[in-house]
């Protein structure tokens, strides 16, 4: 079944992980929104669009009308990133290789639970009314809307010292691996 149409938003809710634990076993989902990312030094935004499935996901990033297409496949023991200009890059250390073609430090494993509400089930966290702290990232989940009768992020904020990264998802699929 499929869950492509936001029915309503949601602010104000109070953070609840035992709510969502049953969405550690969706299959597939994925969503399209606008990322930004701020460092000490340097900041961008972009489109994005995240395809997740059992074992793989697919990043798609973009800039205004499309400018600086890039693609990262990651599966569990490699990263690709293709950035549209026939040079396509692999490495077997995907977080490292990720941190280093951004150059800024992202959790790309972590946020692949974290995007949907849920804390990295391998890492200690500690809840806070928002959100939770896990590896040094503080995660709040500022706005959510309700999907297929699931309540998913609508917009988030994972923090560190170092970074600022802010997400915004308009759409959301469900078991299904495209965005409508």
Partial sequence: MTACSTTQVEEG???????REHLYDLGSWSFSGRLALTGKKDAWQASIVWAHDLGSDE??????????ATVIRLSSD???????????LSSRQPEDF?????GLAVPVRSLRYWVVGLPEPSTTFVLTTDGFVQSGWLIEYKQEQVVNS?????????????V????????WGLNDTKTK
Avoid: A, C, F, H
């Fill in 13 to 19: 809710i109070k953070y609840s992980k035992s709510t």
């Fill in 59 to 68: 990043i798609k990033l973009s800039g205004p009308l499309g400018q600086g």
């Fill in 78 to 88: 490699e990263v690709i990133i293709d950035r549209g200009d026939g040079k396509v």
């Fill in 98 to 102: 990720i941190n280093q073609q951004l």
């Fill in 150 to 162: 699931e309540l998913l992020p609508r917009k988030i904020s994972v923090t560190n010292e170092q």
């Fill in 164 to 171: 600022k990264l802010k997400l915004m998802i308009d759409q």
